[in-house]
């Protein structure tokens, strides 16, 4: 990891520009042509530290109770709305992911009352960052939301069709397989092997890590 500044919470009159930033990028990737857009509320990143009781230690119109919590994430979604069609628009969650230090103390409803409120705007689909092992029900978030469930979370070939013959998820995402295997389809088609990921570059800058993993071509070219 690199040095990090120590953060402050935001001013209220801060916010408003905060959010005009995200519809600016929305508008910068369908002006580039992108197909869609995901707003990431996960991994204890801005939006996720406002969800969150562990780190939202706000008392104004952003803190507090879950609906004021997720207002930020309300917001955020009404400004790529009004760019996008709902359709091409995702929100990326983590509920229990306690990446960059991040924890609250109900997870479940909490998580439950913010798709809750995301199904007022009949976004293209909920992608949710899953960790099997905590107890967390995610098929009651599946279940709430009224758009297509992407799962994602140690995922390989055979738990991610299994998840969805199962239809515990319409799709499956990929993270560290994806960094790790540039032709990623393609082995998942063939059931080929995967090249493991190497975790101490990630995160790291430069370019190791970053677009050298071979790919089966080049594997069988080096075999040769």
């Not at 952003?62 to 997720?70: D, I, L, Q």
């Not at 509920?95 to 609250?104: E, G, L, M, Q």
């Not at 998580?111 to 029900?137: K, P, S, W």
Request: proline share 5%; glycine share 8%.
């Amino acid at each position: 990891m690199q040095p990090f500044v120590t953060p402050r919470a935001l001013a209220t009159n801060e916010i408003p520009a905060l959010i005009e930033d995200f519809r600016r990028a929305a508008a910068n990737a369908k002006e580039a042509g992108f197909d869609g857009v995901e707003i990431h509320a996960a991994n204890g990143y801005l939006i996720d530290q406002f969800l969150r009781d562990g780190t939202n230690k706000r008392d104004d119109a952003y803190g507090g109770s879950v609906e004021n919590r997720a207002r930020l994430l309300r917001e955020v979604t009404e400004a790529i709305l009004s760019v996008w069609e709902p359709g091409q628009v995702g929100v990326r969650i983590s509920p229990t992911n306690p990446f960059n230090d991040i924890a609250d103390s109900s997870p479940q409803s909490t998580f439950e009352t913010v798709v809750e409120q995301l199904n007022q705007y009949g976004l293209g689909y909920l992608h949710v960052v899953e960790d099997r092992t905590d107890g967390f029900d995610y098929q009651k978030l599946r279940h709430i939301f009224n758009g297509a469930y992407m799962a994602n979370g140690g995922y390989e070939r055979d738990s991610a069709i299994d998840a969805i013959e199962s239809e515990q998820a319409d799709f499956i995402a990929f993270g560290k397989l994806f960094i790790a295997n540039p032709d990623l389809p393609e082995r998942l088609r063939l059931n080929a092997g995967f090249n493991p990921a190497r975790e101490e570059s990630f995160y790291a800058g430069g370019a190791e890590g970053y677009d050298d993993y071979p790919s089966l071509d080049t594997a069988k070219e080096n075999t040769n």
